[in-house]
């Protein structure tokens, strides 16, 4: 056989889904190198390992048909190839390998007679789910009196473990976001003055050493995640409040400053929501504030939006549910336990009692992919509270972690 038949993506409309497959006797997952297949079954097709040949029945009916999916999403790493083993396909001779090369692909064919052949119904890339978040966490930096590199890992269990020396320039009040989507950043902060330096977090919670960052030296800005794999630092305080805001690479690289729609503020929080944007939440700007800021899934920061919330500054944040982020603790005039849930469309709502010890600069995360832990705060304290998937924020736990402030927290896979 030689020539080739790439990828022919079916575009049609009222494809009937129960025609897709509906009555075929699915077959266990194959992960060999080659397949005879069979009329009437569906096959799911895991080509981790390697490229699966699949020869087709050397005779059909008019009607016959036979699914094939790509099980582990790798047929862009390890395609299958189609031999119609003497028959047409698609009009065209065995003298032609059939391949299919697209990472996700459904693909149901049906015979249609002698002169066409086998024919697909559907050939389509299924869309990969939403990120469901990630398992893991990190709280990092801070001070305790004396500003620290110190970094603490949260298990999917939402077990704060005990610190461990960062690599990184110990300082206060930096920010930090996943990036990639298993990974994240720690960046800017004061280490005796505002600094640009960021820190990589590998997908297994290593720190890495110090990166001089492209955008201006700041502290008490906020960070989260946007567009599912890459992540925005925004706001801050060079020796007054700014608005500026740096984008970071799916590949952990920070951007030079962009100039942002929102009021200049510092001592803000920043959390994702609907899986693919975030929103910049209070802080003080002379005096506190309700101000929030949307980013949308480009990484685009929306004008300001008030009216919702008791105005605060030094909140703790993070995501929960998959898809909803939550805002809790901070200072008025006074330290409050006060919470407002955001919704899957960044809808911001109104104030919740809380639970725990009311204190202010306050870190938090996701964990375990759908739930989120606020931990650490003003007084230096290394209490812990944990967020349910459903919002509900938990009483106090005492953390392992060193009784700290003014830290930043990101999740990992």
Known sequence: MSGTIGDNVYRASGVIASAAGGGLDWQTIVTGSTLTAVAGNGYWIDTTSNACTITLPDSASDGDEIMFVDYARKWGTNKIILDSNGLNYQGEDDSYDVEYETDGTALHIVYSGATN???????KTVEDVPSKGNSEGIFG????????GVTNLVSNAGVVASDVNAVGTARSTPAACEYGGDKGIFGFGNDGSVTGVTNLVSNAGVVASDVNAVGTARDGLAACSYGGDKGIFGFGNDGGEVGMTNL???AGVVASDVNAVGTGRSALNATEFGGDKGIFMFGYDSPVTDITNIVSNTGVVASDVTGVGTARRSVGACGYGYDKGIIAYGYTTTNVTLTNLISNTGVLQSDGAGAGTARHWVSGTQ????KGIMALGTGYTGVSNLVSNSGVIASDTA?????KAYAAACSFN
Not at 141 to 148: H, V
Request: net charge negative; no cysteine.
């Open 117 to 123: 052949g086998w024919i697909p119904t559907l050939d």
């Open 141 to 148: 930096f801070g001070t305790d009196g004396t500003k620290t």
């Open 248 to 250: 970071v690479s799916n």
């Open 367 to 370: 964990y375990g992919n759908d």
């Open 399 to 403: 953390a392992v972690a060193t009784a």
